[in-house]
C-alpha cells in the first residue's frame, strides 16, 4: 500500500511539476551582410583656370550618377584641387566654385543633394609638388569618389 502510494504521489509531483524546458528551435544563421561597395573614383582635369566643367567631364558626370544609382552607393564625394601658378587665395575659391559646378550637375543627373559633399582645397594636395606649368594640369583635378 505504501509503495502504491509513493507511486501515486510521484505521479502527481510529475504532472504538476514545471514542464520541461523544450529547447527552443535553433534560429537561422543570420543573413550574411551584403558585401561592401567597393569604393569608385573618377578624376577629371581642368586645362584652364576657369570654373568651367570641360566638355569630356559633363559628358562623364551622367554617368557617374547612373552608376551611383544602380550600383546603390549612398554618398558622393567631390574634392578639387588647384596648381601652385596662383595663390591659396586665388585657387581655393576657384576649387570651391569648380566642386559646387560638379556637384550641381550630378544632382541634375540624378543624385540626391544630400549624398554629396562637395569641397575645394587649392593646391594643398598636389599630385605632382612643384610641377612647371606644362605638367601642372595633373594638379588642376576634380577627385569624384563614390561610397
Sequence with gaps: MRLAYLTAAFAVILATAAPAQ???PQAAPDAPAPAALEPRSFTIFFDHSGPQIPDEAQALLPQIAEIYTRVGYKAVAVECHSD?????????????????????????????EAAVTAVGLGFSDPLVPDAPLDTAISNRRCVIALT
Design 84 to 112: 601652385n601658378v596662383a595663390s591659396q587665395a586665388i585657387n581655393v575659391p576657384l576649387t570651391e566654385d569648380r566642386a559646387r559646378r560638379i556637384k550641381t550637375e550630378l544632382v541634375r543627373y540624378g543624385v540626391p
Design 22 to 24: 523544450e529547447t527552443p
